[in-house]
């Protein structure tokens, strides 16, 4: 599915991985890029239509699809990462907060935004979901559990909508070197590379894309004996060094 002359739709576009999504699919031709935020003002980059969302509304979600019907590429990005231990305060709170943003954020989008994908020969749906999508780690395990259900949700829509021919890709993602994994010390990808892997993707109508060794690692080690869920270590993960 070629960028060049597609219409996207890209949720946290105002930084991290988003905002260079924007900047990426401008470069790549894209006929227009709608940029959503909470904060529009905050988006660093001219040439695209700037949108003001929360992706946990629902109603904002809706209005937004209904004043974008031209989307043909549905990017949902905008995610948060809470980090917090099993038994802090709040990791209840936490894990409902994550659920909100990581999950039902893009279950909202795509529901209001299948019409309009239908209409404009299938399109497709990114979804940016994680290496923590398969294994856990203490400080994340809210956040996993949101990305777990990310999966799932992108497996479902990858399944519900092959009918209206909509291409459904699942990225998944180590540590990528923007705020929010501004607290960990493992190495990191750059968004750039990210980003320009999911539209390789998209173009070769692909529908899973693993950004990084690490990742690798983890889906082939799913069905390793022990599984590489049971006792996951992100050091041991890393590649050996030379
Ligand atoms: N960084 C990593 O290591 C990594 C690895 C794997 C996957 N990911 C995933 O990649 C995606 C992008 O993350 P990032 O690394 O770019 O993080 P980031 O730099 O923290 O940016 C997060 C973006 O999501 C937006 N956002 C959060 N809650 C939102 C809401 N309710 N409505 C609309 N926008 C909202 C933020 O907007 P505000 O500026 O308004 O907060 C910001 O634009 C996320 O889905 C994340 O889970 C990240």
Redesign the pocket.
């Known amino acids: 599915m070629k960028i060049r002359d597609s219409v996207a739709f890209v949720?946290?576009?105002?930084?991290?991985?988003?905002?260079v999504f924007a900047q990426e699919l401008l470069a790549a031709g894209a006929r227009k890029v709608y940029a959503?935020?909470?904060?529009p003002e905050?988006i660093p980059l001219s040439g695209v239509e700037r949108v003001r969302?929360?992706?946990?509304?629902p109603e904002a979600v809706a209005s937004a699809a209904r004043a974008s019907g031209d989307v043909n590429r549905l990017i949902?990005?905008?995610?948060?990462?809470l980090w917090t231990g099993f038994l802090a305060p709040g990791s209840v709170e936490a894990a409902r907060s994550e659920m909100?943003?990581?999950y039902f954020?893009p279950l909202y989008l795509s529901r209001a935004f299948a019409p309009a994908l239908a209409k404009n020969s299938g399109g497709a749906i990114v979804n940016?979901?994680?290496?923590?999508s398969w294994v856990a780690v203490p400080s994340a395990g809210t956040?996993s559990a949101s990305?777990t259900a990310a999966w799932a949700l992108t497996n479902w829509l990858r399944t519900g909508l092959r009918e209206q021919g909509t291409q459904v890709l699942g990225?998944?993602?180590?540590?990528?070197?923007?705020?929010?994994?501004s607290g960990?010390t493992l190495p990191?990808v750059t968004?750039v590379d990210?980003v320009r892997q999911v539209l390789n993707a998209l173009e070769a109508g692909r529908d899973e894309v693993l950004?990084d060794d690490m990742t690798r690692q983890v889906k082939a080690g799913l069905s390793d004996e022990p599984g590489i869920y049971l006792n996951f270590d992100p050091e041991a993960a890393l590649p050996a060094a030379n």
Do not use: C, F, Q, W
Request: aromatic share 2%.
């Open positions: 949720t946290g576009a105002n930084r991290g991985i988003g905002l959503a935020a909470r904060n905050s969302l929360d992706v946990t509304n949902n990005n905008a995610g948060i990462a909100e943003t990581n954020g940016v979901l994680s290496i923590l956040y990305k990225v998944h993602a180590g540590p990528v070197d923007t705020d929010m994994a960990l990191k968004p990210v950004v």
